[in-house]
């Protein structure tokens, strides 16, 4: 069975300052995706970003970017430009030939004014 | 488009007391999940549905059961609630799984004395 860790349970960063969170995962797949979901006080969870395994290019999505290195199967994602709105849960996730999510523990990132 | 939408938002049972959870989708997806979340941990998938008429079990399935009769419905019983019941309910679906985004409802809070 797949796992995903998060050995962060929780961040910090200042705003306007560059944050990364970890995520390791353990998987004999070679076509999975990876994902990394936002959950904030409201509890809804909100994707940030996701990546395709067979794809050598990190994806971005305006100040959120992933570092994906396949070989050490790790999956970290670096928020630029901290906002003040950028504080949650967040949450990376893996999705295997199940066509499954399996989640890991979370890593709550506080945004310091 | 209301998109993924769960009723109750929260409630309170005793020991043995039975329950529905209904979540609905307006997106017209055939795959739809029912995770529920505690705390210091991540979402657990407890079963899922790949179309109308289908369910299977997910990482946590015990104690529970679903129904999938309409495509933009999809039930979870608890027969008879216990405390380790307790948790955070949260339904999503997508158009497809593997490396379709999962949209998720608000979620249903759940305390069970």
């Known amino acids: 069975a797949q796992t995903v860790t998060q050995s962060q349970p929780e961040m910090s960063v200042q705003e306007a300052e560059t944050v990364t969170l970890s995520c390791t995962y353990d998987?004999?797949?070679?076509?999975?995706?990876l994902f990394w979901y936002k959950q904030p006080p409201s509890r809804q969870m909100i994707l940030v970003i996701r990546q395709e395994a067979y794809k050598q290019q990190n994806a971005t999505e305006n100040r959120f970017s992933v570092n994906f290195q396949k070989a050490a199967k790790s999956f970290s994602l670096k928020i630029s430009d901290s906002q003040l709105g950028d504080a949650a849960m967040y949450f990376c996730a893996y999705s295997g030939s199940a066509r499954q999510l399996t989640f890991g523990s979370g890593t709550q990132l506080t945004v310091l004014p | 488009n209301a998109g993924v939408t769960q009723t109750p938002k929260f409630r309170v049972l005793k020991t043995g007391q039975s329950m529905t959870l209904l979540c609905a989708q307006d997106m017209n997806h055939e795959y739809m999940y029912w995770y529920r979340q505690d705390p210091g941990m991540g979402l657990r998938l407890i079963h899922y549905s790949v179309g109308e008429g289908t369910t299977a079990k997910g990482e946590v399935p015990d104690g529970y059961n679903v129904s999938r009769l309409k495509k933009q419905n999809f039930l979870l019983g608890l027969e008879s609630a216990a405390p380790s019941q307790t948790s955070v309910y949260f339904c999503?679906?997508?158009?497809?799984?593997?490396?379709?985004?999962?949209?998720f409802g608000p979620g249903t809070r759940l305390l069970v004395l």
């Open positions: 999503a679906s997508s158009y497809s799984g593997g490396s379709e985004t999962q949209y």
């Open positions: 998987t004999s797949e070679s076509d999975y995706y």
